[in-house]
T-cell receptor, first 111, second 113 residues
Framework: EAQVTQNPRYLITVTGKKLTVTCSQN?????MSWYRQDPGLGLRQIYY???????DKGDVPEGYKVSRKEKRNFPLILESPSPNQTSLYFC??????????FGPGTRLTVL | AQSVTQLGSHVSVSEGALVLLRCNYS??????LFWYVQYPNQGLQLLLK??????LVKGINGFEAEFKKSETSFHLTKPSAHMSDAAEYFC???????????FGDGTTLTVKP
């Protein structure tokens, strides 16, 4: 089954403790993307990747890092999380026409 | 910069009534346009998309949308609402094939019995 997986699905952490949210796809898409979803703000793009080792900033990249060392994986890294990064995060594999195939989401709480 | 405006953060209709969710975008070049649906406590899934060709596009679950370049709009419609259509709907736009996309703020659809 073609899918995008994210781990963990739920995470509660404290300010400043580095964390990584993993994302993996088996759809063989070149592009991948990370979003955060906050009430009333829709989805905002954090980072996206056009290929291995090629990434670019989205609309809200501050406080986040990404890496793309393999085509199937696109982890999101929060080096020093803060409470304003409490959110619902979605990873997506993206087709050549920019159709997004979303993962199930990761709900992050930073205390 | 690309942008999307969804008019109405909440829309309520009666079961069997017409559903109309509005989406306008800013553009100086032909866009790719999408509607996604998010059911409670779930991820997003594609309803329909416009890339090129026919301006009236049909999607899943009886939804359709029409790309109107002169109005820079891509409104989503369904002739007869069903209780199972209650969800949040997002319009999205992109202009290149490089993965950059912009989503609207979303419209929550409530269907009353």
């Amino acid at each position: 089954e073609a899918q995008v997986t994210q781990n963990p699905r739920y995470l509660i952490t404290v300010t400043g403790k580095k964390l990584t949210v993993t994302c993996s796809q088996n759809m063989n898409h070149e592009y991948m993307s990370w979003y955060r979803q906050d009430p009333g703000l829709g989805l905002r793009q954090i980072y996206y990747s056009m290929n291995v080792e090629v990434t670019d900033k989205g609309d809200v990249p501050e406080g986040y890092k990404v890496s793309r060392k393999e085509k199937r994986n696109f982890p999101l890294i929060l080096e020093s999380p803060s409470p304003n990064q409490t959110s619902l995060y979605f990873c997506a594999a993206v087709s050549s026409y920019n159709e997004q195939f979303f993962g199930p989401g990761t709900r992050l709480t930073v205390l | 910069a690309q942008s999307v405006t969804q008019l109405g953060s909440h829309v309520s209709v009666s079961e069997g009534a017409l559903v109309l969710l509005r989406c306008n975008y800013s553009s100086s070049v032909p866009p790719y346009l999408f509607w996604y649906v998010q059911y409670p406590n779930q991820g997003l899934q594609l309803l329909l998309k416009y890339t090129t060709g026919a301006t009236l596009v049909k999607g899943i679950n009886g939804f359709e949308a029409e790309f109107k370049k002169s109005e820079t709009s891509f409104h989503l419609t369904k002739p007869s609402a069903h209780m199972s259509d209650a969800a949040e709907y997002f319009c999205a736009v992109s202009y290149t094939n490089a993965g950059k996309s912009t989503f609207g703020d979303g419209t929550t659809l409530t269907v009353k019995p």
